[in-house]
């Protein structure tokens, strides 16, 4: 029944994740920006049926299946030669990124603590997910998770088209972008879109620099969670709480990057390996982009806006200069 | 009887799966696609 229920969207991302393909060899054009375009003009011009929604509900699963088949491509060597920096890098910035949106949310704008926090997890750390967990650490009110959630989703939005643009125009290196969007840009799936539509190297950089970044979620949570507990009854702060928040597909893809390490597979398994995370790529951006609803991006206050919007400048100008200063 | 014990051994797996947290969920369907590719050599045209 689960499987019935699934499968007119599951349809739907594969028709889409063909035509965006098809779309892409034909006209020249990046087929994950397509992926995401045929998913936004889904949504928001015909409106996606009811019966469709839980099978494109499923996109996370493939972009998370995808990352961890990227596993396979890369390999401890490749990592480790500018890992250290790069991880350097990623603490640096989400924890600045984490402290400005903090301040000026209390400070300047006065959004109140719990709605900073939100904001702060969401631009800091990893988008919509990083809104939703740390929510669930500090009680935060319903409306404000929306408030917290839409401004991060508009931005998702702005910089899927933005980022590449800005990397034609500095004509960035591979690595230097990849490691600068998977640094500064909120959620998984753009950031994984835009650093494929550069260059496959650059999708790799920034897909490893967001699961870096993505692995900080427990901490923050911890940290949020403890302040918010401070006076009130027996907060259980503990690994527990760090293994709850947990992105574990970064297991899936440790162990992929180990086995592709080890030379166990032949070049032709690797090649299909490749074709099939790309395939889920573009099957997990069609359905992405059914989630940039210009409806609920109109809702978003534009208070919020600003504090993330400078956070943003902030981050994404200093990690560029720091970048090409490093590699 | 056997497409009893068939149903059941099925509802067990779908049980475990929607057990599973969406990133598990995720590992298990890149594990099954390499394990695929490397038991058959499949190739996954693009």
Known sequence: MGLTRLLPGLVVLCLGAVLARATAVGVGLNHLLVAIALGFVLTNGLGVPDRLEPGIATHKLWLGAGIVLMGASLTLETILEVGGLVLVVVVAVAGATILVVELLSRTVFDLGER?????????????????????????????????????????????????????????????????????????????????????????????????????????????????????????????????????????????????????????????????????????????????????????????PAVVVLLSLLLASILSLAVLTALF | MPIDRWHTRVGAVLAQWHALERDWQSVVVGAVIVALIVAFEIRIPW
């Open chain 1, 115 to 303: 709605l900073g926090s939100l904001l702060a997890a969401g631009a800091g750390i990893c988008g919509v997910s990083a809104v939703v967990a740390v929510a669930g650490a500090i009680r935060a009110r319903e409306d404000h998770i929306a408030y917290a959630a839409a401004t991060v989703l508009l931005f998702d939005a702005i910089t899927i088209v933005v980022y590449p643009i800005v990397g034609d125009v500095l004509d960035l290196s591979a690595l230097v972008f990849g490691v600068w969007a998977g640094v500064s840009m909120f959620s998984t799936g753009p950031v994984v879109a835009v650093g494929f539509a550069h260059s496959e190297g650059a999708g790799q950089w920034a897909t490893m620099t967001k699961l870096a970044r993505n692995a900080l979620i427990g901490v923050v949570v911890l940290v949020y969670a403890s302040y918010y507990a401070r006076g009130a009854t027996g907060g259980r702060l503990s690994v527990r709480t760090l293994w709850d928040e947990f992105p574990k597909f970064i297991l899936g893809f440790l162990v992929l990057v180990g086995i592709g390490s080890l030379g166990v597979l032949s070049p032709a398994q690797q090649a299909g390996i490749e074709n099939a995370y790309n395939w889920l790529f573009v099957l997990a951006f069609v359905g992405l982009g059914t989630e940039i609803k210009l409806a609920e991006l109109r809702n978003t206050g534009i208070t």
